[in-house]
């Protein structure tokens, strides 16, 4: 044990905030499978439409956060091992890993942040395609496809239509009245839609400033037991 007074109780702070860290990077895995099988979004994105499928672009973003799980255990693991040991090597390491998660994570947030509607009115766009062949007067293999995806969107969302055209929907009884959808109460598809989507989107938000402050105490604390391991007398 090479270092003593405060910079032995860094050390076990450090230790503290990776055993936080890789609790922190389990809960990402955690969060990002429940998003990756949550039943609404799952059965929302695994609809077709005409030989299309309904975006995937909310996928996508899920499965960058399980790959950013994973490696934060990996990185908070290594960070706890090497505050113990004392090891400058790998406090080295843990630190590089640290300031390249952190920058990505600046960089995920951005785009997050400037692309946030996207995912909704992808989906949305896809709902109003299917939309304008299921109101079709003329009956058609492509109507009768169209009015069984607007129904799995009204029976999932509990929602009716555009949120005006309710009576439409009711004569064409793509809005059946069931115990999850009245067509006379239900809200528009649009909002639902992009109601489900924020929601999440601030469950990702909130982990991720979490995780933030975090790394930022970490690679002050990794740089204070660095120079204190180095200066130490058995060093």
């Known amino acids: 044990m090479a270092v003593t007074g405060c910079s032995q109780c860094i ?13 922190a990077g389990g809960v990402i895995l955690g969060v990002a499978l429940w998003l990756r099988h949550d039943n609404q979004t799952s059965t929302l994105l695994m609809i077709q439409f005409q030989d299309q499928q309904a975006p995937n672009t909310f996928y996508i973003s899920v499965y960058i956060l399980i790959a950013v799980g994973v490696l934060m255990m990996f990185v908070g693991f290594l960070g706890c091992y090497g505050a113990i040991q004392e090891s400058q090597c790998l406090l080295g390491t843990f630190f590089t890993c640290l300031v390249i998660l952190f920058a990505c994570e600046v960089a995920a947030g951005i785009w997050g942040f400037m692309n946030r509607e996207t995912i909704s009115k992808e989906l949305i766009n896809f709902y109003d395609s299917a939309y304008v062949k299921g109101v079709d007067p003329v009956d058609s293999p492509t109507k009768q496809a169209a009015v069984k995806v607007l129904q799995l969107f009204h029976s999932t969302l509990s929602c009716c239509g555009k949120g005006d055209d309710a009576d439409l929907f009711s004569r064409a009884t793509l809005c059946p009245i069931t115990p999850t959808v009245d067509p006379l109460t239900s809200s528009s598809c649009h909002l639902k839609l992009k109601d489900l989507f924020t929601e999440k989107q601030y469950v990702i938000g909130l982990a991720a400033l979490v995780i933030a402050v975090i790394m930022i105490f970490e690679m002050i604390f990794t740089m204070v037991l660095c120079c204190a391991i180095r200066n130490a007398p058995a060093y």
């Not at 076990?12 to 890789?22: D, R």
Request: aromatic letters at 54%; glycine letters at 0%.
């Open 11 to 23: 050390k076990y702070m450090l230790f503290f905030f990776n055993f936080v860290f890789w609790l």
